[in-house]
């Protein structure tokens, strides 16, 4: 397994941007493919975006599409996920994940991060 760790979080505003970033101590952290998922309270774990191995975006939910972006900075072993454009209803827990793919069934990744909370306020 990977150990990641998620940071970033806090809170904003309607409209605010908020980038939240996922280390790994991994030295083959370039060769899985990453996610970000969020969970908000008495909800499931939803997927809002993955990047292959290769960097490419893999998936994008449709309630972020267009405001949030996912990358990856292999030398710093960092994966981020910039926000614009917050809404209310993306109030939730954070999470970032590795696996070998970019799977959209959130129970098929194998290491998880513990998350970082993002509220907004209307």
């Known amino acids: 397994q990977v150990q990641l760790v998620e940071s970033g979080g806090g809170l904003v505003q309607t409209g605010d941007s908020l980038t939240l970033s996922c280390t790994t101590a991994?030295?083959?952290?370039?060769?899985?493919?990453m996610g970000w998922f969020r969970q908000a309270p008495g909800k499931g774990r939803e997927l809002v975006g993955t990047l292959n191995w290769r960097n490419h975006p893999t998936y994008y939910a449709d309630s972020v599409k267009g405001r949030f972006t996912l990358s990856r900075d292999v030398a710093k072993s960092t994966l981020y996920l910039q926000m614009t454009s917050l809404k209310p209803e993306d109030t939730a827990l954070y999470l970032c994940?590795?696996?070998?793919?970019?799977?959209?069934?959130?129970?098929?990744?194998?290491?998880w991060g513990l998350g970082t909370q993002v509220t907004v306020s209307s």
């Open positions: 994940a590795a696996s070998p793919t970019p799977y959209t069934d959130p129970r098929k990744w194998s290491s």
């Open positions: 991994e030295r083959t952290f370039r060769a899985y493919a």
